[in-house]
């Protein structure tokens, strides 16, 4: 009888427990900031977050990926606040569609060579990586500009020819860093943000000193649920403590 | 349109099928007719891509069959090529994935086998292994080959793993599956379109031709 | 050649301790209800299932003996085995099920010829009648060219007519194959008529009791179901030299 009861309570109990979940969700998320960002500013934006937090006292909800991927989501309605980009041109797509108030610039990256391995520290970028024997990762040219910008400069200095056969293609910066952390490819083009990282600080990189400066731009969501709070959270991130923050982590 | 993903999805799925069914058939024999002490560890061992997340099990075999992984340095050492980012890394990482999908099925087939023929060739001086050929698999056709369906179609929808190992290669790793994904993030929506109509159709004949083999089996 | 058999093993209802000897040229029957432990014996003999102890001497050869570990693989045993049903191989004609597990190719079509299937030869086993499906698993079983052979009630599934034909068959054979044969059957009438010898089994040991009962049904059943011009010899002899 007493094992007959344990059965019939334990499905009621997991019941209970999911729905105290749901109704728990919607209430976290009444005063809390939505923000999709490109998979490359994960390690300032959870710091800002974390201090904004503590100053303003509202919480937020990161979201990460590629701003392509992200960038599609918002065009089908995904209930972001706030867009940060790793490109500018995306945001202004959104604006010309009216989807976003007008774009702000929140950052600028830096593309790196990286390598896990040891190379010799004095040469340049073009010395080292023409004595490449492995793969070169670099994100996807279409989707990433972190990818985009370092193959432009290959192209520029016509190396694209010669080591096309030896790109293997990360789908974020952010797997392109797993590709060349792992050891899987000799070299990675990633963004300085990562190579200044705890695991990136393990490798070596080299700056690139031909390849422009990655603006990175964001926007508020017309449809966002709580438009002060967003315009807030922009203002606070264009000001200096923030910019500190963020050039602190490898931005311009 | 560049169909090459496409292609290469085929290919895939074409050499992951076959190089599974080669592995998984003798795998079901020995797991139904002649199960060993421990037998159930290795089962499960087997059962854990149907369970893994996909990005997990691609993380793994990232490590493992990196330059820095066991499985990577032993080819590097043995062949004196790096083995990952290459059509036989996918292929090896499908069909790893794929097991599951191979074994369950033939396990099934095999187990629906009248023991006593296997007794009746073995009486008749047939070894475990001969029996296999001349037995087992003249018997399990029709399931070898929805077995076989299945692995092909598992393989063409293949994503996760490719998506943490492949490195998106043209012609080498771009298989259709990453294809239309990078379509969408590039917003070129019209490929992406495109390939994920071609996708749907050959999902589909595949499906049609398991349900017409099933339908044969019902009625033999 | 003669079969020296001793087999102990415990099964899940009584335990099956049994002895006998079968000389070549000779059928021994081993007959007793369902459930007595027949097959089981049939099934240690061609090394299907292993004895808790035991030793099965076959001629100069051992194929079993558990003091010294012995255990020879079905495979390399020599043997014929007659299922009740479904020992042909489904996928292969009639030919290519008798030519299985031949060694010698040119004895096939005397063998075919010999039961009376040489017609049905390229036909599947699903396409020729139950009778025709164990005459071919006869010829099967002794187209290895056996040194035992091995019937696990292989007629029970056939009508009268049909079984009475192959027990001849069985009996026209049987001198000279010159091999021991073992037959298990629960059908009074068939043990008679083949039997050189009788083991009569009951819970898995020979019992005396049920080969008393299974004369008196015997003796006069064969007077009715067989009729004594297709019998070599006379059953009633057969059956008291036993007892």
């Known amino acids: 009888m007493a094992s007959k009861q344990a059965v019939k309570s334990s499905p009621f109990l997991a019941v209970a427990l999911l729905v105290a979940i749901l109704c728990a969700a919607p209430s976290l998320a009444a005063e809390n900031l939505f923000i999709a960002a490109a998979a490359n500013f994960i390690r300032p934006l959870e710091e800002l977050a974390k201090m904004y937090r503590e100053e303003q006292g509202v919480r937020t909800t990161l979201s990460f990926g590629s701003s392509g991927k992200l960038y599609a989501q918002i065009l089908q309605g995904a209930p972001y606040d706030i867009f940060l980009s790793a490109d500018k041109e995306r945001p202004f797509l959104l604006y010309g569609k009216g989807l976003c108030e007008p774009p702000f610039q929140y950052s600028a990256g830096q593309v790196v060579l990286w390598s896990r391995y040891h190379h010799s520290a004095d040469s340049s970028w073009q010395d080292i990586i023409s004595e490449q024997v492995g793969k070169i990762a670099i994100s996807n040219p279409e989707t990433a500009p972190y990818g985009k910008v370092p193959r432009q400069t290959l192209h520029q200095l016509k190396l694209l020819k010669e080591l096309q056969p030896y790109l293997v293609y990360g789908q974020s910066v952010g797997q392109t860093f797993l590709f060349a952390q792992s050891g899987a490819a000799e070299f990675g083009f990633i963004a300085l943000s990562q190579a200044l990282s705890q695991e990136g600080q393990k490798g070596q990189y080299w700056p690139i000193p031909e390849s422009p400066p990655i603006e990175q731009w964001g926007c508020v969501i017309v449809h966002a649920k709580n438009q002060n709070l967003s315009q807030n959270f922009q203002s606070y991130l264009t000001e200096e403590p923030a910019q500190n923050i963020i050039r602190r982590h490898g931005y311009l | 349109m560049d169909y090459t993903p496409l292609v290469l999805s085929l290919q895939l799925a074409g050499i992951t099928t076959l190089l599974l069914l080669l592995v998984a058939a003798p795998l079901a024999y020995i797991l139904v007719f002649y199960p060993m002490r421990g037998i159930t560890f290795v089962e499960s061992l087997l059962g854990l891509p149907l369970v893994l997340p996909p990005t997990v099990f691609g993380f793994f075999l990232l490590m493992v069959m990196g330059p820095e992984g066991v499985v990577g340095r032993l080819h590097q050492s043995s062949l004196g090529s790096p083995l990952i980012f290459t059509f036989g890394s996918i292929v090896i990482a499908a069909m790893l994935h794929g097991i599951p999908y191979a074994v369950q099925p033939l396990k099934s087939i095999f187990a629906k086998l009248d023991r006593r023929l296997l007794e009746s060739a073995s009486v008749l001086g047939c070894s475990r292994f001969s029996a296999f050929f001349r037995v087992v698999l003249p018997n399990s056709l029709p399931g070898i080959a929805s077995a076989a369906i299945l692995c092909f179609a598992h393989t063409m929808g293949e994503f996760g793993v490719i998506l943490m190992i492949g490195g998106s290669i043209p012609g080498e790793t771009k298989v259709a599956s990453i294809a239309v994904f990078e379509y969408v993030e590039a917003m070129r929506y019209q490929e992406a379109w495109q390939l994920s109509i071609a996708l749907l159709l050959v999902s589909y004949l595949i499906l049609l031709a398991v349900n017409i083999l099933e339908r044969k089996n019902h009625a033999a | ?243």
């Not at chain 3, 045993?77 to 008798?98: D, I, T, W």
């Not at chain 3, 039961?115 to 099967?140: D, F, N």
């Open chain 3, 1 to 243: 050649m003669l079969l020296n058999a001793i087999i102990t093993k415990k099964l899940a209802h009584f335990d099956l301790n049994l002895t006998f000897s079968c000389p070549a040229g000779e059928l021994l029957t081993l007959a007793g209800p369902s459930g007595s432990g027949k097959t089981t014996i049939i099934r240690i003999l061609a090394g299907l299932d292993k004895p808790d102890s035991g030793t099965v001497v076959l001629g100069s050869k051992t194929l079993l003996d558990s003091s010294k570990n012995i255990y020879l693989e079905p495979r390399s045993r020599k043997l014929g085995y007659v299922f009740q049903e479904a020992s042909l191989f489904p996928h292969l004609s009639v030919y290519k099920n008798v030519a299985f597990g031949c060694i010698n190719p040119s004895l096939v079509t005397p063998l075919l010829e010999l039961m009376e299937i040489s017609h049905l030869s390229s036909k599947k086993p699903a396409h020729v009648s139950g009778g025709e499906r164990q005459r071919a698993a006869l010829a099967q079983a002794l187209a290895s060219e056996p040194e035992m052979l091995l019937l696990d009630e292989p007629f029970s599934a056939l009508d009268i007519k049909t079984r009475h034909s192959l027990q001849q068959t069985i009996l026209n054979i049987k001198k000279q194959l010159n091999i021991p044969i073992i037959l298990v059957t629960h059908d009074v009438q068939e043990a008679a008529v083949l039997s050189d010898q009788i083991v009569a089994v009951e819970d898995g040991k020979r019992s005396e009791d049920w080969l008393q009962r299974f004369q008196a049904i015997v003796l006069p059943a064969i007077d009715r179901v067989a009729p004594r011009h297709w019998l070599e010899s006379d059953p009633v002899e057969k059956l008291s030299s036993t007892a």
